[in-house]
């Protein structure tokens, strides 16, 4: 009779229960893999940032290492050019030459 009609109900009402419990306890568990995906997703962004940030910096130190080595191409110029008077014989005969000697004399100097 009445008993089991409470009884029935009850188990009914446990029954419902225990299936929205394990409802409940299966989005919980979908929405922490969700969440430890986009933390290690987060992560992996983070560090690859990181590498990048390091690259740009070594790029742009170097950059600056080079342009600080950067001769001034006149300089160097004159650095490396052997003066004409030093040339000996050569520079005689050039300076002698008609058409050339009054130049190759002014460039000397």
């Known amino acids: 009779g009445l008993e089991g009609m409470v ?11 225990s299936k929205r419990f394990k409802e409940v306890t299966d989005l919980l568990y979908l929405k922490q893999t969700q ?11 983070q560090l690859s940032m990181e590498r990048e940030v390091a690259e740009l910096r070594e790029e742009l130190t170097n950059s600056k290492r ?3 080595n950067v001769r001034d191409p ?4 004159a650095t490396e050019m052997t003066p004409m008077d030093h040339m000996g014989a050569a520079y005689q005969r050039l300076a002698n030459d008609a058409r050339l000697g009054s130049a ?5 100097k």
């Open 104 to 108: 190759v004399k002014g460039f000397a």
């Open 7 to 17: 009884r029935d109900a009850k188990n009914a009402a446990d029954s419902d229960l």
């Open 74 to 77: 006149i300089e160097t110029y």
């Open 35 to 45: 969440l430890e995906k986009m933390a290690a997703e987060k992560a992996a962004q």
């Open 66 to 68: 080079r342009a600080n």
